[in-house]
């Protein structure tokens, strides 16, 4: 069936480095990606998003790109910091709905 | 951004017995609320789409006599674990859509543990 899944389980960086989070999706359908933070114990925090019309958003350190010809997301953080660690997960939806398919989630590791 | 809250933030109950999760959109309102689960180490499983003053609709695989979900105003849902069993224990998540497309936001989770 459809998925959306990541390529790696954890990733550790050295503090001030950039980091790469990347993200395949299978549904050609998809029209809006999301990237969350997950802290333990704590709920998804919506970090950034992008619609199928874009290849590129950026925010605040951070920026998603979006290639769908090869159905691959990424999210870069700009100068790492330790706040950043945690459990990142791409998500997918189509249409107007809410209704999220979430990825495998990633561990974001800092390194003082 | 909006403010998604759940309650309570932990529950810890006895084997056979019922828990109840609030989820509140604080400062907006929902018309449409999702639920999710998430075991440890794993990403978040949508259990059911809570539809204001209409059925739930639930994935498959869910029970919905298990999992009752009850949506009755735009800022509440709530989902009701019967006869709670050891492996109904999981961090329970829901989130509120905003209206705006596609925006929804996640409230802070609720761990079950069933003993």
């Known amino acids: 069936g459809e998925s959306v899944g990541l390529h790696l389980p954890t990733l550790s960086v050295q503090e001030g480095d950039n980091s790469i989070i990347n993200c395949a999706y299978s549904n050609s359908a998809s029209d809006y990606f999301i990237w969350y933070k997950q802290e333990s114990g704590k709920g998804p925090q919506f970090i950034i998003d992008i619609r199928s019309n874009m290849d590129k958003r950026q925010g605040q350190r951070v920026t998603v790109l979006l290639n769908k010809t090869v159905k691959h997301l990424s999210l870069q953080i700009a100068a790492t910091q330790p706040g950043d660690s945690a459990v990142y997960f791409c998500?997918?939806?189509?249409?107007?709905?809410?209704?999220?398919?979430f990825g495998k989630g990633i561990t974001l590791s800092v390194r003082p | 951004g909006a403010v998604v809250s759940q309650h309570p933030s932990r529950v810890i109950c006895k084997s056979g017995t019922s828990v109840k999760i609030e989820c509140r959109s604080l400062?907006?309102?929902?018309?449409?609320m999702f639920w999710y689960r998430q075991f440890p180490k794993k990403s978040l499983m949508l259990m059911a789409t809570?539809?204001?003053?209409?059925?739930?609709?639930?994935e498959q695989g869910v029970e919905k006599d298990k999992f009752l979900i009850n949506h009755a105003s735009l800022t509440l849902s709530t989902l009701t674990v019967t006869s709670a069993h050891p492996e109904d224990s999981s961090f329970y998540i829901c989130?509120?859509?905003?209206?705006?497309?596609?925006?929804?936001?996640f409230g802070q989770g609720t761990r079950l543990t069933v003993v």
């Open positions: 400062d907006f309102q929902a018309t449409t």
């Open positions: 809570s539809n204001e003053g209409s059925k739930a609709t639930y």
């Open positions: 998500a997918e939806s189509t249409g107007a709905n809410s209704k999220l398919t």
């Open positions: 989130s509120a859509e905003t209206g705006v497309a596609n925006e929804a936001f």
